[in-house]
């Protein structure tokens, strides 16, 4: 297989992965009466019991600021986390017992879902995807970092009509 052929493999492959991980993210947060991008919010903060600020949970889920100050005002109207602490910059944000319950039963489903996938290969194997996944996306971080290297100087697209 030539290397195009594996790259549109490859972008086939996660693209599908990547839409039915969003098609399995909105049915569980619909059933919650939630929107899915409520979720990496709520897992966050799942991993953190102390509470994270609003800046943290932006670092960590790779979402900008105005998105996740939406979002908290969204689960917390619907009484999944709460704030603690005072002043702008140092508020805390925690799950709640409802959102706690939620998250419980999120993993639940999660873990059945990987359970499944996982059956189907020996843990050597998951270990290889899970580096080579690392692997690609901390390449393709370096290289948006000079975004204009990344076309070849010798093709000028600029003057093909």
């Keep these: ?3 195009t052929e594996k790259l549109l493999k490859f972008l086939a492959v996660f693209g599908l992965l990547q ?3 969003s098609r399995l993210r909105s049915a569980v947060m619909e059933q919650a009466g939630l929107k899915s991008s409520d979720l990496p919010v709520l897992i966050a903060l799942d991993l953190k019991k102390e509470g994270l600020r609003a800046e943290e949970i932006a670092a960590k889920t790779h979402t900008d600021k105005a998105q996740i100050s939406r979002t908290i005002r969204n689960l917390m109207e619907q009484g999944m986390i ?4 005072s002043g702008i910059y140092k508020n805390r944000y925690l799950l709640t017992e409802k959102g706690t319950l ?3 039963q999120i993993n639940l489903a999660v873990e059945k879902v990987f359970e499944e996938a996982h059956g189907t290969l020996d843990d050597e194997i998951w270990s290889h995807f899970y580096h ?4 690609l996306s901390d390449q393709i ?3 948006l970092k000079h975004p204009e290297q990344l076309l ?3 093709n000028d697209l600029t003057n093909v009509h």
Aim: include cysteine.
């Design 141 to 143: 971080e370096e290289n």
């Design 1 to 3: 297989m030539e290397k």
């Design 82 to 85: 709460e704030k603690h602490g």
């Design 19 to 21: 839409k039915q991980i």
């Design 152 to 154: 070849c100087s010798d």
């Design 132 to 135: 080579l996944s690392k692997s």
């Design 102 to 104: 939620l998250m419980e």
